[in-house]
């Protein structure tokens, strides 16, 4: 006898689902936050009650139950030992050896941990030392951390009861995977200390592409929460409907149907991006059980692969950057070195959507992946943006019309990082385009030693063609503002960047279009001659030193007499 089910759960966790039982199997497809969906088998325990109404047991189902880290030692050791032997991307990494490791001593836990200096240790990176790295949400709840005066005591040995519940997990994983070190952030690098805080941020990239495998606590959201029992709850009480019976119904992500992958915590965090793209592999620990991610498949739990599917060739294409740009050099064909630039593109529009803590770290955050970049083009890096890609890299659209971070200095106003945190940014030119501004340099200042971390002023210096304009209200009691030409009297309004009025309109400092770039029509594509001219507004901070600042990049029909009495000019933009 079948039936029907229907549960709702709340705080984060699955928020409803409805299932069919007939006996042989039990089906359920949960949604469980946002972008959560999963498909979960349903079953009871042999001695239910509700057993008599045929609902299928765990050894009915098949497959594993068992906890999570007695999964890691089965499965993640045996998939590791595959990765690492058999599948030749996977084990393309960097020889890199982190300044500093926890030594989690031997699997049986019988060592205390320590943490390793491996300068003073000895060793160097002629050695291939296998490491696992880890990616986890600090959240609000305070943690252990590595600082000046703990340095020496965490040397000497760190009690695991000192460790939060995430930090305690990750060391049982590292053991259960058979490997004596994992590397930790607030735990290998020293808090509170702006020197190493540089000096460790620049080696970031190398960490966790030397790394053997990545350890990603999705189902964390804090460390004091750990990750290895967080699963999609189990089980609840359950009548069943027009029956006198009561029990438990349990439940587990299915091996049979499609799997539709978790959005846990960690991807929404900006850092882990790049974590995810450098190391070669991951092993990912979330509600509905553990996945293996790799350059050459996804597994789920025990032996079966997932299917393909578009979340899948997208994940496996982000594992494989990587790869793509170890395969370029400075000496590559241009049209290698334009696919690298245009791999960036994408990374930075996806980099954009997630969520940084300090919006400072915007760039160090990407730094990694930055210093892979530089290695295959050998180009210049500015602050998100590289050299050989200007005036192209100047396209990019804010989705917020209040862009522009207020509180902190992040980056020249022509670069996409001078966006304050979670801004997204998309690059909308699909069609060539034939640049009409000319780009004489540009620079920035690093406030450290990091070619790819953070700065602290830039400028971009280019010629082009120059028009007048001022900002104006498109209604009288409209918040929207349009853009006129002073000469024409031409309008539009914008839609890159600076659209709302927030403000006294005649406080504004004079306006200007800057003429970027002309392209074929996207909107009458099949009208030759009909051309659509794409340009920057830009803000004057110092007409005669002719410096100025961005506040938009759109689009516009424009005619002959929109430019009528403009110039060329050199001028420098903020």
Not at 274 to 300: D, F, K, V
Not at 455 to 475: M, N, Y
Request: aromatic share 10%; with cysteine; proline share 5%.
């Amino acid at each position: 006898m079948g039936g029907t089910i229907a549960h709702k759960i709340q705080n984060g966790k699955p928020t409803a689902f409805t299932a069919e039982m007939d006996g042989e199997s039990a089906k359920v497809l949960v949604r469980c936050d946002k972008l959560t969906w999963c498909v979960l088998d349903v079953y009871v325990m042999p001695d239910d009650p509700m057993l008599q109404y045929q609902i299928p047991t765990s050894s009915q189902l098949g497959g594993t139950f068992d906890s999570a880290l007695a999964s890691t030692s089965t499965f993640g050791r045996r998939w590791l030992k595959e990765c690492v032997t058999t599948h030749a991307e996977c084990r393309i990494r960097n020889r890199f050896v982190p300044t500093r490791l926890i030594d989690v001593g031997s699997p049986d836990g019988s060592e205390s941990l320590k943490l390793l200096d491996t300068r003073q240790s000895g060793i160097s990176n002629d050695v291939e030392l296998e490491y696992a790295t880890l990616s986890h949400c600090w959240g609000q709840t305070k943690h252990i951390t590595t600082e000046t005066d703990t340095l020496k005591k965490h040397e000497a040995g760190i009690a695991f009861s000192e460790l939060n519940r995430t930090f305690q997990d990750a060391v049982l994983v590292t053991r259960a995977l058979g490997l004596r070190y994992v590397w930790i952030d607030s735990l290998c690098i020293i808090q509170k200390s702006d020197s190493d805080w540089q000096r460790e941020s620049s080696l970031m990239g190398s960490v966790y592409s030397g790394g053997v495998i990545n350890i990603a606590a999705d189902a964390a959201e804090d460390g004091d929460q750990g990750f290895l029992s967080k699963k999609t709850p189990s089980c609840f009480p359950y009548t069943l409907p027009g029956k006198n019976a009561h029990g438990m119904l349990h439940m587990k992500a299915s091996k049979r149907q499609r799997w539709i992958e978790y959005n846990g915590n960690l991807r929404r965090r900006a850092w882990v991006l790049q974590e995810y793209a450098l190391s070669p592999c991951s092993i990912r620990y979330n509600m509905n059980g553990i996945t293996w991610e790799c350059r050459c498949g996804c597994y789920y739990d025990s032996e079966v692969i997932f299917e393909e599917n578009q979340f899948r060739r997208e994940t496996r294409a982000l594992k494989n950057l990587s790869l793509q740009m170890r395969s370029v050099s400075p000496s590559s064909p241009a049209s290698k070195i334009s696919e690298v630039i245009a791999s960036w593109r994408k990374l930075v529009v996806e980099y954009s959507k997630k969520e940084l803590t300090f919006e400072t770290d915007v760039l160090p955050a990407l730094s990694g992946l930055a210093s892979l970049v530089h290695t295959a083009t050998g180009d210049r890096y500015l602050a998100g943006i590289w050299r050989c890609d200007l005036p192209a890299a100047l396209q990019w659209v804010p989705e917020m019309p209040d862009w522009r971070s207020t509180t902190s200095y992040l980056a020249p106003t022509w670069s996409w990082a001078a966006c304050k945190k979670s801004c997204p940014i998309v690059y909308p030119l699909s069609s060539p385009a034939q640049f009409k501004a000319k780009v004489l340099d540009a620079g920035v200042t690093l406030v450290g030693d990091n070619p790819f971390g953070p700065v602290s002023d830039g400028f971009l210096k280019l010629e082009a063609l120059l028009q007048r304009g001022a900002f104006v209200q498109s209604s009288p009691h409209s918040l929207e503002l349009e853009f006129v030409f002073q000469q024409s009297k031409r309008r539009f309004r914008p839609s890159g960047g600076y659209a709302k009025y927030d403000g006294e309109i005649a406080a504004l400092p004079p306006v200007w279009c800057l003429q970027l770039c002309v392209s074929p029509s996207e909107v009458f594509p099949l009208q030759k001659d009909d051309l659509q001219w794409y340009g920057l507004l830009i803000l004057e901070e110092d007409r005669r030193e002719k410096v100025f600042r961005r506040l938009a990049y759109d689009a516009c029909w424009m005619c002959d007499a929109d430019w009528d009495g403009a110039r060329k000019e050199v001028i420098i933009i903020k």
